[in-house]
């Protein structure tokens, strides 16, 4: 790993601070908090520059913006008639790049990493000025993951901070002149190592594009640029009595929740990141920027490009631009909590509200190492037992009601101490308990990780598949907390441990390892929001097949030949075509 560059006299600090997180998060704030950000004027780069410009960015409304994607259904033709031929690497075949591949249980990604040009740099210099930097501590903090054990033998040689789409899609096909590998950067919330930068490369950190460009409140959407986060978007909109209904972890932005295809604690009524987007704009690895549709609420006219770029990780584009729908914030709601003897209790009472037809717009479960976490961290006295959370929104009458019909569904399956409020500050101090569990699991051993499950079922195999999970967690020597989305059957085990001591992570890979299996073998996949990046590669071809893996990368190698977008993420490096 190259040395950090020498100081500079003329260089420029710049202090971020985190704001917005509740007190009990302090313990753990240095897991969201960037320390500073150092940006080197062209003075200290010390390299003459190159004034050559870059072709022009095409309107992506022009026809001829896409002239990728006819290339693109062409080399699909051609594979399936096996007449591809060329240079592209179809497979990773060096042994020490299988990190993440079937059966991998190593932690640290290696990758092959080239010094990149110096004339590289001079291009990128040459229109980004001091919104590039090759500091090393900034560097060493974009290539280490703020919420994730996961690490990487590399960091980026290079940080970039765009302001536009035109400046995204200049340094997009400068790195693709020069094969020089792209990390897109988000708000560094995500847990599965899609930030690493195995190779080196470029980290593309969109934190300044972070406009609202539009905001259509007859049509109930708003067109948004990829550094906005989720939590200030919804400050914008409640003045017009709209809200954006996704509500990942605190700092998540539109873009990394696009990459990802993240979801939520209201992803039971109002679906996830695919169903939330109408359309976007990405530039692809030759510099092409594609949108994917226009702002109709439905359309049938050709490929779901949207949804093909939801959920890549960075592998296909940079997301510049997206176009969210919205919904009406409700009228009135009801917060309610109930406690079980036992999970399953618990579970079985999700699935029962569910089956029933009532319209939750949260189911939550916590169990009971997770309530003893909130009270160490906040104080409280909750009773330390598997604790149903509920959320009903509408009309007061219609709320009220379902309400009471939960209530009565808990009461056949055991439940006891069912309390609901409505008065808005009882209800913001009870949902308080649920968005801080998971700093509250952090502050209970601050000196360990956490390795974070996020398998999801069919409803129905929801109560088993927690009940089979919790005997295996409750005889580990690890401390594990468990948080369901219960109503869509997505749940979470925070495993703690301690990142020295080699057979403690061992353990925490063996938990994990084996609900992930446990949820494949009831139909389930082993992620249901978090994504695959490094850490979920391993399972898909047993949740996919290889079919599935070996069509993923043949759409991979057509959009990107060259391999630079995020490298080594996603596709299996064992999948060959």
Not at 401 to 426: C, R, W, Y
Not at 531 to 559: D, H, Q
Request: aromatic fraction near 6%; hydrophobic fraction near 40%.
């Amino acid at each position: 790993m190259p040395p950090p560059p020498p100081p500079h006299p003329d260089e420029h600090v710049v202090f971020r601070l985190s704001s917005g997180l509740p007190p009990s998060m302090a313990a753990s704030l240095f897991r969201l908090s960037r320390p500073r950000r150092v940006l080197l004027p062209l003075s200290a780069l010390r390299l003459p520059l190159s004034t050559q410009p870059l072709p022009q960015p095409r309107d992506p409304s022009s026809p001829n913006s896409n002239r990728g994607l006819p290339a693109f259904l062409s080399f699909l033709a051609a594979a399936a008639a096996g007449g591809i031929t060329g240079s592209v690497a179809l497979c990773d075949a060096a042994p020490d790049h299988r990190v993440g591949g079937k059966d991998s249980t190593e932690l640290v990604v290696r990758g092959e990493r080239k010094r990149v040009p110096q004339q590289f740099i001079e291009e990128l210099a040459s229109f980004l000025g001091e919104n590039l930097t090759v500091d090393y501590e900034e560097r060493s903090f974009h290539g280490t993951p703020q919420n994730s054990f996961h690490k990487a033998v590399n960091v980026p040689d290079v940080v970039v901070f765009p302001k536009s789409q035109y400046e995204v899609r200049k340094i997009v096909m400068t790195c693709n002149k020069y094969k020089v590998p792209i990390v897109p950067y988000g708000g560094a919330t995500s847990i599965e190592g899609h930030t690493l930068a195995p190779h080196g490369g470029v980290c593309i950190d969109m934190s300044s594009m972070k406009k609202i460009k539009s905001l259509h409140v007859e049509d109930m959407d708003v067109v948004v640029e990829p550094g906005v986060g989720w939590i200030e978007l919804n400050e914008y909109l409640k003045p017009h009595g709209l809200f954006f209904p996704l509500d990942p972890g605190p700092g998540a932005t539109i873009g990394g929740m696009c990459a990802t295809r993240c979801s939520g604690s209201l992803a039971v009524r109002y679906g996830t990141m695919r169903d939330n987007v109408i359309n976007l704009q990405a530039v692809l690895p030759d510099g092409d920027v594609v949108k994917t549709g226009s702002r109709a609420r439905k359309s049938a006219a050709g490929y779901d490009l949207t949804r093909l770029i939801i959920g890549s990780e960075g592998t296909l584009g940079v997301i510049t631009e997206v176009t969210l729908r919205l919904q009406k914030l409700p009228s009135h709601s009801v917060v309610a909590m109930c406690n079980f003897q036992t999970v399953k209790d618990a579970a079985d009472v999700a699935i029962a509200s569910m089956h029933s037809g009532i319209q939750v717009s949260r189911v939550e479960l916590l169990d009971e190492v997770q309530i003893r976490a909130i009270n160490m961290a906040n104080g409280k006295s909750l009773p330390e037992v598997p604790t149903l959370m509920f959320e009903f929104i509408g009309t007061e009458a219609y709320a009220l009601e379902q309400t009471l019909l939960v209530q009565k569904i808990a009461a056949e399956h055991h439940g006891s101490d069912f309390v609901f409020v409505e008065e808005p500050n009882a209800k913001e101090e009870l949902w308080k308990i649920r968005k801080e569990a998971l700093w509250a699991g952090f502050a209970m051993k601050p000196d360990h990780e956490a390795m974070i499950t996020d398998v999801c079922v069919p409803l129905s195999r929801l109560a088993e598949c927690i009940s089979v999970s919790k005997q295996l967690l409750d005889a580990s020597p690890l401390t594990c907390l468990v948080i369901a989305h219960a109503g869509d059957g997505n749940f979470h085990t925070i495993i703690l441990f301690d990142p020295s001591q080699e057979e403690e992570r061992r353990e925490a890979e063996r938990l994990n390892h084996f609900m992930v299996h446990t949820a494949l073998s009831m139909e389930g996949t082993c992620t249901g929001e978090h994504g695959v990046g490094t850490g979920k590669m391993k399972y898909l071809e047993k949740e996919l097949g290889m079919e599935s893996l070996r069509t993923m990368k043949r759409i991979k190698a057509a959009l990107d030949p060259n391999n630079i977008m995020n490298p080594g993420k996603l596709i299996p490096p064992h999948v060959c075509i």
